[in-house]
């Protein structure tokens, strides 16, 4: 591969992550599709599935934690758009990836962004659906994206922190993409 592409589309891990980030974007439309056209959620209002979890249909028109609600179809194509852009950037910063936690790390977030981004496009809203909860401690309401976000930034802060903030220096390294 020339130079460019090296640097912007295919690094040496970027099967790695194509291939985990389509799992967990096919993993998370799958359940969607199930909880909402096969156990008809919104039907069956909330379902008690454990003591601490529960079922319960919640369309997020926002972004993490229902953040800035878009309800008109400007901001909703706006954050379908930005979700792209996103995991447009982070594909390109896993061509980079120098460590395969980071590239894990990267693709589950990859994924999970698609995943919802898929959702705004479809539906206009994320499609959550899942509801833990202990005595009055109550957690917000999530689908497999949002947990694959949530893993994928704890990957990342795990691996800058493990790396160390000279990692690149002390290896000796010239290339972004050997194995670390």
Do not use: E
Request: no cysteine; aromatic share 14%; charged share 10%.
């Amino acid at each position: 591969m020339d130079g460019w592409t090296a640097r912007w589309l295919w690094g040496s891990r970027s099967g790695f992550v194509a291939a985990v980030a389509l799992a967990g974007f096919v993993l998370d439309q799958a359940t969607k599709l199930w909880v909402l056209f096969v156990f008809d959620l919104p039907a069956r209002g909330s379902v008690a599935v454990l003591p601490v979890l529960d079922l319960v249909m919640v369309w997020n028109r926002g972004i993490s934690y229902g953040l800035f609600q878009q309800d008109g179809p400007v901001g909703r194509w706006a954050l379908a758009l930005f979700t792209l852009a996103a995991a447009v950037g982070l594909w390109i910063w896993s061509v980079r990836a120098t460590t395969r936690l980071a590239a894990l790390a990267l693709a589950l977030v990859i994924g999970g962004a698609l995943g919802n981004g898929v959702d705004r496009f479809a539906y206009g809203a994320v499609a959550d659906f899942v509801h833990i909860h202990v005595g009055t401690f109550s957690w917000y309401v999530f689908n497999l994206a949002d947990a694959w976000i949530v893993a994928g930034v704890a990957g990342l802060l795990y691996d800058g922190f493990a790396s160390g903030p000279n990692n690149a220096a002390k290896s000796g390294s010239k290339d972004p993409n050997a194995d670390g």
